[in-house]
């Protein structure tokens, strides 16, 4: 996997994404679990997400990023944008690397159900 340099989503620090928590303020760098994520109140996705979208645009093919953007999106019940994340990532790094698959998969057939239902309805969502 990439080693990117980023900021630390929580205190701004510059971090890399070799590192599973700040070393200045302790917060999780990578979101890799869309539980870690559910537990976390909105204002902190919004600043998470934020910081990913940020490195996202600067390494668009990094799937850590990626796969973190997609989740927020996911949380903030953004489900068109968690798809477009979602589709530059490999799944089967998820598979091998991490043991939150299953929810992951779950997650994201909800939102495509999700999708599917709202376009059936031709409903704008912003
Ligand atoms: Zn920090």
Same mark, same amino acid.
């Given at each position: 996997?990439?080693?990117?340099?980023?900021?630390c989503?929580s205190c701004?620090a510059?971090i890399?994404? $070799?590192?599973? +928590?700040c070393?200045?303020?302790?917060?999780?760098?990578? &979101?890799?679990?869309? !539980?870690? #994520?559910?537990?976390?109140?909105?204002?902190?996705?919004?600043?998470?997400?934020?910081?990913?979208?940020?490195?996202?645009?600067?390494?668009?093919?990094?799937?850590?990023?990626?796969?973190?953007?997609?989740?927020?999106?996911? $949380?903030?019940? +953004?489900?068109?944008?968690?798809?477009?994340?979602?589709? &530059?990532?490999?799944? !089967?790094? #998820?598979?091998?690397?991490?043991?939150?698959?299953?929810?992951?998969?779950?997650?994201?057939?909800?939102?495509?159900?999700?999708?599917?239902?709202?376009?059936?309805?031709?409903?704008?969502?912003?």
């Open positions: 996997m990439e080693i990117i340099s980023m900021k989503p701004g510059s890399t994404t $070799k590192t599973t +928590k070393e200045y303020c302790g917060s999780d760098i990578m &979101v890799k679990s869309f !539980q870690a #994520l559910s537990a976390m109140p909105l204002p902190q996705v919004n600043k998470y997400m934020a910081t990913y979208r940020a490195a996202a645009a600067e390494h668009p093919e990094n799937n850590d990023v990626n796969t973190s953007v997609g989740m927020c999106f996911l $949380k903030l019940k +953004k489900y068109d944008q968690a798809l477009e994340y979602f589709e &530059v990532t490999n799944l !089967q790094d #998820l598979l091998d690397d991490h043991c939150t698959l299953e929810a992951f998969s779950s997650a994201v057939d909800v939102a495509r159900d999700d999708v599917n239902s709202l376009k059936r309805q031709t409903t704008v969502i912003n």
